[in-house]
């Protein structure tokens, strides 16, 4: 039994520096772990939502049938920014102009960038935790394997021996931490780019969305304006 498990076995003759420092890495594991997992399924229940939004918001020809979406619509991202849209669009005054169609865009662009700004950084949340340990976990992995290391030096110092019985059990547990700091920085570097990948492809279709929602409501202008000169 010994023998199948020697990982344990070095870790349980570790010095107090070494356990320090697997203790560290086991925290950024379990911490990346967890983040992984909930942001997964926030991104693939992300998706759906938005997907299903996307579908009804096909079907609306005018601006002021997007009120009545939003109130029957679950929660989605694309839903939020459409209120953001609403509630802006409700400040303005009923009265068209070709003097204020313009400005009255504008506005409704810079609230759509925000409300996508917004999304953004909510999706982003907790990934510096996934970056911040996939940078540092190898570092922390090879400040215990160098610890590792002087100290075994220092124990062939004192047994006055360099024999390979002396020295590759220091050496093996030195090298616990750099293994370590891998099984954390691997996972979790490839979960930060991808999740920074999905969140970059979901920021470019907000945009597509709101240049939609902003043609629906200039198209709204225009058939005021031309109702009145006609």
Not at 12 to 24: E, G, M, N, P, R
Not at 217 to 223: M, Y
Request: charged share 15%.
């Amino acid at each position: 039994m010994n023998n199948s498990v020697p990982i344990l076995q070095m870790v349980a003759q570790s010095d107090i520096a070494t356990i320090v420092v697997l203790c560290i890495l086991a925290i950024m594991s379990f911490g990346s772990w967890g983040i992984m997992i909930v942001k997964y399924f926030e991104y693939k229940k992300n998706q759906r939502t938005n997907a299903e939004f996307f579908r009804k918001f096909s079907t609306v020809s005018q601006f002021v049938q997007l009120q009545g979406l939003c109130e029957s619509a679950d929660d989605s991202a694309l839903r939020r920014l459409t209120a953001e849209v609403l509630k802006e669009a409700s400040k303005f005054s009923n009265f068209v102009s070709y003097d204020s169609i313009q400005h009255r865009a504008s506005l409704l662009e810079d609230t759509i960038q925000r409300s996508i700004e917004g999304l953004r950084l909510n999706e982003d949340k907790y990934l510096s935790f996934l970056a911040t340990s996939s940078n540092l976990a190898p570092f922390f992995g090879l400040l215990g394997t160098v610890w590792g290391i002087m100290v075994a030096f220092f124990q062939i110092g004192q047994h006055g021996s360099a024999d390979l019985t002396v020295v590759a059990p220091g050496i093996a547990m030195a090298l616990i931490t750099t293994v370590g700091g891998l099984v954390v920085a691997i996972p979790a570097s490839a979960a930060y780019n991808y999740f920074t990948s999905c969140n970059g492809q979901n920021e470019i279709s907000y945009f597509n969305f709101g240049s939609q929602v902003l043609s629906l409501f200039k198209r709204g202008d225009l058939l005021a304006l031309e109702e009145v000169a006609g």
